[in-house]
């Protein structure tokens, strides 16, 4: 899936006013205590013990190159620009991070683990105002300047920029505005920023799963949980993305994939009806894509079918109103779930696919260490997790087409399965992957 969104992070050695009154945050939003000692622990473990001390001693005995410092500055911290761009809006965050200073908290708590960083300034910009992505940065610093006394030349030492399209060699092309297109070079070159990452939208949901508590999930199945197994993300919203981690050097790292463009296998006689629709409606020979179904706009090209082959059961006044939302559809059918027979079966469709494809994902990566299920559809329709309905004679249920796996079915019974209900993950794991190249972690 490539959802439209980009998230930055930002971190410079350089300072502006320490006088001035900032808001302490977290990433998990609780404040921050300076008068407290900072453990020498980064976390409890991602994998073991072993990676608990590899983490803490990296933070303390990591010879990292000196940052850039303004000269004249007070501040004692790093900048660091954490951000989500996506299709519609930028989200853009400035912190200041004082560099060996380690995560607090831990991985399985309830409170999950917190990145460290004092929160200086966050903004949201709508794209369509802005001529590309630079324009948006300028209007930020400049913002920063004026509010912060965060001078607009202040050099930034680390920039991790989260995506919405596919990275390659740390480039981004969006397909709808191509000039909003740029690279990590072109951000360490024209912004004064010491090192720069690109990191895929989901890549970055994968990080942010890394510092979550259990206040911020919803379990499914508690399944057996193994310390140091990989760990898999499957998010819908906008489209279907997929991603995995594995741990390396001592840390979890994410991995990019566009599982999401793999072919939707069809689970009845409805669906293969569903199939040869849609591959007529996209004019595809051989195949369709899962994210055809399972995603915001997937919602849409189901219901499309249902109403279209089945047209006796249309309700006219819901289907004018849903008809009527343009790209909203999927959500509009979303609403009508408990009130329209077409639009409760469009979702018993879509989340039984949903569950079949995170199965699927199951199968290929075996990951004991957590499957999770993210995105927009996940939090606004939590329902569609538990209910269960009956297609030709069969039960359907989001979970029972997770396990239904044939002779792997007994093994899928074992993984651990949990909802994301933190909808601001993505910045999350941007900021700890600032964190991390900061300190030279990973």
Not at 95 to 114: F, N
Not at 210 to 215: D, E, H, S
Request: proline share 4%; hydrophobic share 35%; net charge neutral.
């Amino acid at each position: 899936m490539v959802a439209n969104a980009v998230a930055i992070c930002i971190a410079p050695h350089s300072s502006a006013r320490v006088a001035v009154a900032r808001e302490t945050r977290h990433a998990s939003t609780r404040p921050r205590h300076p008068s407290r000692p900072v453990p020498a622990v980064v976390r409890k473990s991602e994998s073991s013990r072993g990676i608990m001390r590899h983490i803490s001693s990296t933070v303390r005995k990591s010879h990292t190159p000196e940052l850039i410092c303004a000269s004249g500055s007070g501040r004692t911290g790093d900048l660091v620009l954490t951000g989500d761009i996506g299709g519609t809006n930028s989200r853009l965050q400035l912190w200041e991070m004082v560099k060996g200073e380690a995560l607090t908290g831990e991985q399985g708590s309830e409170d999950g683990v917190t990145v460290p960083g004092t929160l200086l300034l966050e903004r949201k910009y709508p794209n369509e105002e802005h001529e590309n992505f630079e324009a948006v940065w300028a209007k930020f610093r400049d913002a920063a300047a004026e509010e912060q006394g965060v001078g607009v030349d202040e050099p930034i030492s680390v920039a991790a920029v989260a995506v919405a399209g596919f990275v390659d060699n740390d480039t981004v092309e969006f397909t709808n505005r191509k000039e909003w297109s740029f690279c990590a070079r072109q951000i360490e070159q024209r912004r004064n920023v010491g090192r720069a990452k690109l990191v895929n939208d989901f890549v970055s949901n994968g990080y942010g799963l890394l510092t979550l508590g259990t206040k911020d999930l919803h379990c499914l199945q508690e399944g057996e949980k193994k310390e140091g197994a990989p760990i898999v993300l499957v998010g819908a919203g906008t489209g279907l993305g997929e991603c995995f981690l594995t741990p390396h050097n001592g840390v979890y790292q994410c991995w990019p994939s566009e599982g999401g463009h793999a072919e939707y296998s069809p689970r009845s006689k409805v669906e293969l009806q569903l199939l040869s629709s849609l591959m007529d409606k996209f004019h595809a020979n051989h195949r369709v894509s899962v994210e055809r179904i399972v995603s915001g706009t997937g919602i849409a090209n189901v219901y499309g079918f249902l109403r279209n082959h089945y047209s006796g059961l249309v309700n006219k006044l819901v289907d004018d109103e849903i008809m009527a939302t343009g790209d909203q559809r999927g959500g509009m059918v979303a609403m009508h779930y408990h009130d329209d027979v077409l639009c409760k079966w469009t979702m018993q469709i879509v989340f039984g696919t949903y569950g079949s494809e995170a199965g699927a994902m199951a199968l290929r990566f075996m990951p004991f260490g957590g499957l999770y299920i993210a995105g927009g559809l996940a939090p606004k329709n939590m329902h569609m997790f538990t209910e269960e309905w009956e297609t030709e004679g069969t039960v359907y249920s989001f979970m029972n087409q997770f396990r239904d796996k044939g002779r792997l079915s007994p093994v899928l019974e074992k993984i651990p399965v949990n909802v994301v209900l933190n909808e601001n993950i993505g910045l999350r794991g941007t900021h700890l992957l600032a964190w991390r190249m900061l300190n030279n972690v990973g």
